[in-house]
């Protein structure tokens, strides 16, 4: 039943942010009674807070999956980059722009996983400069404040304009950061 309940919260959320979407409409697509939704969560917020706090879980688990591979460094990054997009699949800027705007207390705990998260990728970017996988010329401090503020672009309408999706976007953002502009082969 809470698996249910996450996964209509989920559709739902992505598709219409957090603050169009009622209690009613979570248990309807869920097909439990609202009665079971309160036995599980306080509230709409608390849903969508527990929700995203899985799928950044979920995320970190994948991530420290992919740099455990006995495999290159850039199809490490190539594989996180995959991971990505196939976070943000469905991923509405409204909901995103919700959860900004309207929800401090879900960026709270957002906050936290993201800074857990920065500090594990500057051990890991430290590790691959080392081992020559990374110019050293290339200052990690920039790369991870980039990374960093891939969020905040992601509330930038005139951003999330020129491109299909968010997904599309977050690509964009993190092909950039990696690879740049130019081509290997110059």
């Given at each position: 039943?809470?698996?249910?309940?996450?996964?209509?919260?989920?559709?739902?959320f992505?598709?219409?942010?957090?603050?169009?979407?009622?209690v009613e409409?979570?248990?309807?697509?869920a097909?439990v009674?609202?009665?079971?939704?309160?036995?599980?969560?306080?509230?709409?917020?608390?849903?969508a807070e527990?929700?995203?706090?899985?799928?950044?879980?979920?995320?970190?688990?994948?991530?420290?999956?992919?740099?455990?591979?006995?495999i290159?460094?850039d199809?490490?990054?190539?594989?996180?980059?995959?991971e990505?997009?196939?976070?943000?699949?469905?991923?509405?800027?409204?909901f995103?722009q919700?959860?900004?705007?309207?929800?401090?207390?879900?960026?709270?705990h957002?906050?936290?996983?993201?800074?857990?998260?920065?500090?594990?990728?500057?051990?890991?970017?430290?590790?691959?400069?080392?081992?020559g996988?990374?110019?050293?010329?290339?200052?990690?401090?920039f790369?991870?404040?980039?990374l960093?503020?891939i969020?905040?672009?992601l509330?930038d309408?005139?951003l999330?304009?020129?491109?299909?999706?968010t997904?599309?976007a977050?690509?964009?953002?993190?092909?950039?950061?990696?690879?740049?502009?130019?081509?290997?082969?110059v």
């Open positions: 039943m809470h698996k249910q309940l996450l996964n209509a919260a989920k559709e739902l992505w598709a219409f942010g957090v603050k169009k979407v009622k409409e979570i248990c309807q697509k097909g009674s609202k009665m079971s939704f309160y036995r599980n969560f306080e509230n709409k917020v608390d849903i527990k929700l995203l706090i899985e799928l950044l879980e979920e995320g970190m688990t994948r991530y420290r999956r992919i740099m455990g591979e006995e290159p460094f199809h490490k990054i190539q594989a996180i980059i995959k990505k997009h196939k976070n943000a699949e469905g991923l509405s800027k409204l995103l919700d959860i900004y705007t309207h929800y401090p207390e879900i960026m709270q957002i906050e936290v996983y993201r800074k857990q998260a920065l500090h594990e990728h500057m051990t890991d970017l430290r590790q691959a400069q080392k081992e996988y990374i110019r050293q010329d290339v200052k990690l401090d790369v991870m404040f980039m960093e503020h969020h905040v672009l509330q309408n005139a999330l304009d020129m491109f299909e999706s997904q599309e977050t690509d964009s953002l993190t092909r950039f950061i990696f690879y740049g502009v130019m081509d290997n082969h």
